[in-house]
């Protein structure tokens, strides 16, 4: 199967090489993480998962040093059959950032990774409220 998908993708880019991928059968929410692919370095995903990303980084000092009012959109933790994290960080890392960012906000959203794509009016609430407009 996997090699008729990659015939028809390449067909599909040939056809329109400008345009967002687009595959009719597959559902748009998995379609759209690929929409910048071509531009996506992928050394940045293997430095993320490894944790080099922040190697050298005090992150504690950087996120201490924030003074402006702040709102932290956090996923709500999940945890998939294997134990691992869904999530980007788990809720003692929110609760730590909470601390150490003075006037930091923290709303958890039900939600996947994309909160901003999954939940627009919960983002959008979160930006205004950091920015006094409510």
Known sequence: MQPKIAE???AERAANPDAHLTLAWVPHDWVRGLYFYDDFDVRFAETF?????????DQADLL?????????????????????SLAANSDEDAA?????????ETIVVESGHD???DHPEA???AMDR???NN
């Open 130 to 132: 950091v920015a006094g």
């Open 96 to 104: 730590r950032v909470q601390e150490l960012v003075g006037a930091c």
């Open 49 to 57: 998962h490894d944790g080099s990303w922040f190697a050298g980084v």
């Open 123 to 125: 983002f959008v609430e």
């Open 115 to 117: 909160i901003h794509y």
């Open 64 to 84: 201490s040093r924030i003074a402006c009012p702040a709102v932290y959109l956090k996923a709500k933790t999940n945890y998939g059959e294997d134990g691992l």
């Open 8 to 10: 028809w993708t390449a």
